[in-house]
């Protein structure tokens, strides 16, 4: 085993070996299959990575203080671990290898650490902004099953960041805005305001910001408006949809974009009749997004 560091003799390599398997065997009498499965598994590849990049005893402590670093910000209005995870790309490997292709069936995308529980819900054609700064958007499409047959009755949660960038619990004042839930009419169909969807940095103050900066890399997100819609025997679907021509789609900090999920919005200037029979001051955007669920355990 080499690498650019330095040269493991065949006594080294069996040494660092030996203790990986002692490790391994500590686990054997869990109960648990997948329990033991996820264990071993995880110490192979941690042990692995320590031996290929011939980890320093001050990189691991290094390592230790950023992880208690990335607790010590965690509450509950901010999720630095999963920041974390998707910076690193690892959330979306893990929708990858959850969320099958499944024929025509919408795919999926990283949840994002902003997702609240118990939002307000709407009827159709309303707004889902409350209030929050940002160009008005006139968002419709329909849900049905991958086989094209509508759902009546799916619920679509949906939430994006205000025009300034930031989400309804990035503030302080306890406000609920640019989130809301719905559900599709007797056709599947569905339709509601929200707010053109604009770029926007995760949040870079953390560990996983200072990461980040250390590496070169960006902590801005491609513009995007988050979806989760779930219907019975269908396999729920956590989604969004970007903004064609946005320059963020080739270096979404958190590789969460995907070709199929990029749409038109369509810009309008003020005064132009909107679907809805309403003239506004302003101008505002147009967009469809058609969801179509793969069954449950697809």
Known sequence: MTNA????SAEQAAREEELVERVVRSFGGCQDPRLKELMTGLVRHVHAY?????????????????????????????QEFILLSDVLGASMQTIAVNNRAYGEATEATVFGPFFVEGSPEIANGEDVSFGAVGEPCWVEGTVTDAGGRPLPGARIEVWEADADGRYDVQYDDGRTAARAHLFTDDEGRYRFWAITPTPYPIPHDGPVGAMLDAVGRSPMRASHLHFMVA????????????VRGDALLDS????????????????????????DGRVLDGTWSRTRFDIALAPSGA
């Open 50 to 78: 320590i031996r290929e990049v011939r980890l320093t005893e001050e990189e691991w402590r290094g390592a230790i203080e950023f992880l208690t670093a990335a607790g010590h910000i965690t509450d509950d209005r901010r």
């Open 231 to 242: 219907h019975e025997g269908c396999r729920t679907l956590v989604t969004h949809i970007f």
């Open 252 to 275: 979404d900090a958190v590789f969460g974009v995907k070709e199929s999920l990029v749409k038109d919005f369509e810009r309008h200037p003020a005064g132009t009749p909107t679907p």
């Open 5 to 8: 560091h330095t040269e493991v």
